[in-house]
């Protein structure tokens, strides 16, 4: 027997449950995607986009990878980026990290982890930018809920400074930049009170 054979059949009671409960959901969906929010997060499985803010499919678009980091030479990365807002047109970009990151902790760890470092090394640059800060902190773990933290900003930062988001706030296109992250313990999402809609609140933030 097929090892993800479960999976498929999961799939089927799904897609049943769902028809049965909206006849005309996945005919609707089929036609097109037109939703408000691009979701950067984290690949981590216990962190799904659309689960944590309750939305169904075709509402979020989204892209995650290893502690949602927003790289200006990761192609894969700006094209979603582009793609959500010069053809989605969404209104928000929602950068959102989470407590206890796997891969913000590796980052702090003094020892090699293989092919990851190079992109973890994204993440030890922000660690260096708040040393003084994040060191402050009373223990491990608060020094790594501090980095989680900084981490989510600087991403935000990042998404900011890309020439899409750049271009279309000059071009007048109402757009929204957020940052989230989220407690794995609890499931809540914390407002990181970093929210930028235009040139100039970038440019307030880099004073």
Not at 152 to 175: D, F, H, I, K
């Amino acid at each position: 027997m097929n090892e993800l054979e479960s999976l498929l059949d999961s799939n089927k009671r799904w897609a049943k449950r769902v028809a049965s409960d909206n006849p005309e959901f996945f005919s609707k969906l089929s036609r097109q995607q037109s939703p408000d929010y691009l979701w950067i997060g984290c690949s981590d499985s216990r962190v799904p986009a659309n689960q944590i803010i309750d939305l169904p499919p075709g509402e979020v678009f989204v892209h995650r990878n290893i502690a949602n980091v927003v790289v200006h030479t990761d192609l894969n990365c700006l094209s979603v980026v582009q793609y959500a807002v010069e053809v989605l047109k969404v209104k928000h970009i929602i950068v959102c990290g989470h407590y206890g990151c796997g891969g913000v902790q590796a980052a702090m760890e003094n020892k090699e982890h293989g092919l990851i470092d190079n992109w973890l090394r994204h993440i030890r640059d922000v660690y260096r930018y708040y040393r003084t800060e994040i060191d402050a902190c009373a223990n491990e773990g608060d020094k790594l809920d501090r980095l989680c933290e900084k981490n989510v900003v600087e991403q935000v930062l990042n998404v900011c400074s890309s020439t899409v988001v750049q271009n279309a706030w000059r071009s007048g296109q109402p757009l929204s930049v957020h940052g989230w992250i989220y407690s794995v313990q609890d499931g809540l999402l914390c407002d990181l009170d970093v929210v930028m809609a235009s040139l100039k609140d970038f440019e307030t933030a880099n004073q």
